[in-house]
């Protein structure tokens, strides 16, 4: 809803802020005011980037990650691991998983998850190109690292339906209790997962 106490010129800007996740009516406002508030060199460099980026940034074209260039920073390291490949859903997802330290392989991005309710089939991912990349790579593991979702492991189960006759090593990401839960206060689903990804004890 409009506020007449505000020009339109802000009105507009937080219109389009608010568009972005995760940012409400209210918030839009304050960013819209915030900006308003700098000096007028912000708000330029803030449109130039936003001008310019669709210019600048595009899909790498190894694992759909984004990229300055052909190839994003990860496809270019010539000291990560290219014998093992961990599938993600989204970027958001591998940034998470880059986060961790834990990973030092490559990555393929999916764009999404299979969903059928949403009209989302396999044509619609990336999936395609990831059986063409095998067909190029040296992988020797791949890391199915889509959520626990209904639509994750409905990606999760085709992706294994796709690679389980090729001579490589299919894993999929653990999942179970989080740290500091209560057992009493989970899900079914949660501590069967658990279960079911149980470790041997002293693992480390």
Known sequence: MADV???AGIERLARLLGRLPGVGERSAQRLGLFVLSQPPE???SLGEVLRTLHEEVSFCSQCH?????PRCRICS???????QLCVVEAVPDLLAIERSGEFRGLYHVLGGALSPLRGIGP?????????????????EEIIVATSVSVEGEATANYLHGQLRQRSV???RIASGVPQGSDLEYLDQATVGRAL???LPLGFA
């Open 77 to 83: 390291d010539p000291h990560r691991d290219a014998s």
């Open 5 to 7: 106490s505000l020009p």
């Open 196 to 198: 079911r990804a149980r």
């Open 169 to 171: 090593r299919l894993t």
């Open 65 to 69: 990650h984004f990229a300055e260039g």
């Open 42 to 44: 912000y708000a330029h």
């Open 123 to 139: 044509k619609d991912l990336t999936i395609k190109h990831l059986l063409q990349r095998l067909d190029a790579l040296a992988v």
